[in-house]
């Protein structure tokens, strides 16, 4: 089982939607500026999407608790 790299692309952008839309939220209660909370969103959207995509890509290799499919497709 090895996931294509469109599918480490489309799962990384879902969390990062998710996840900055926490970002936002709790940047928004800390500072009280909800642009400031905009732009810290923003920046780490990107940095975050990043990083997901080749943290998923290592575990990718990681044999470690996988086992291959009972079928192939």
Known sequence: MIEKHWRS???AASWRMT???????????ITGH????ISI?????????????FH??????????RHPADYQI
Request: charged share 20%; no cysteine.
């Open 34 to 37: 909800f642009k400031m909370a």
């Open 19 to 29: 996840g900055t839309v926490d970002t936002i939220v709790i940047s928004w209660l």
């Open 9 to 11: 692309v489309a799962k």
């Open 41 to 53: 969103g923003f920046v780490e959207v990107f940095t975050k999407m990043f990083l997901y995509y």
């Open 56 to 65: 998923e890509r290592i575990w990718n290799r990681i044999k470690a608790g």
